[in-house]
């Protein structure tokens, strides 16, 4: 079992910069291969970034691509998401997930494959 709690939103001006952070529990984290999700009021959740769990690979949304940063801390049980040149559409609950599978070789964006969710931090960009 994984716990997620992020933190980290608020509300920023477009082009400001914004990092959040999860803190996970249990002993396996360093296991998951991690990712992170939003959803705006009015729309389903999308991906935005993962990383696997050793950290050696990342993947990432290409609406997102170059302006956010994925990592992680396996000695602290953390996963940040670096946020820059934030855009208004970047607005939305941004939610931390763990993957179901152990050491999975391959980063993946399909939100089926995460089986543990944080409760999510509010992101807002204002124009």
């Known amino acids: 079992q994984v716990q997620l709690v992020e933190s980290g939103g608020g509300l920023v001006q477009a082009g400001d910069s914004l990092r959040l952070s999860c803190l996970a529990s249990?002993?396996?984290?360093?296991?998951?291969?991690m990712g992170w999700f939003r959803q705006a009021p009015g729309k389903e959740r999308e991906f935005v970034a993962a990383?696997?769990?050793?950290?050696?690979?990342?993947l990432y949304a290409d609406s997102v691509k170059g302006r956010f940063t994925i990592s992680r801390d396996n000695a602290k049980n953390t996963v940040a998401l670096q946020m820059n040149s934030l855009k208004p559409e970047d607005t939305a609950v941004y939610y931390c997930?763990?993957?179901?599978?152990?050491?999975?070789?391959?980063?993946?964006?399909?939100?089926?494959?995460?089986?543990?969710w944080g409760q999510g931090t509010q992101v807002t960009v204002s124009s």
């Open positions: 997930a763990a993957e179901l599978i152990l050491r999975r070789t391959v980063v993946v964006g399909t939100a089926g494959a995460y089986g543990y």
């Open positions: 249990g002993r396996t984290f360093s296991s998951y291969n």
């Open positions: 990383i696997s769990w050793s950290g050696d690979s990342t």
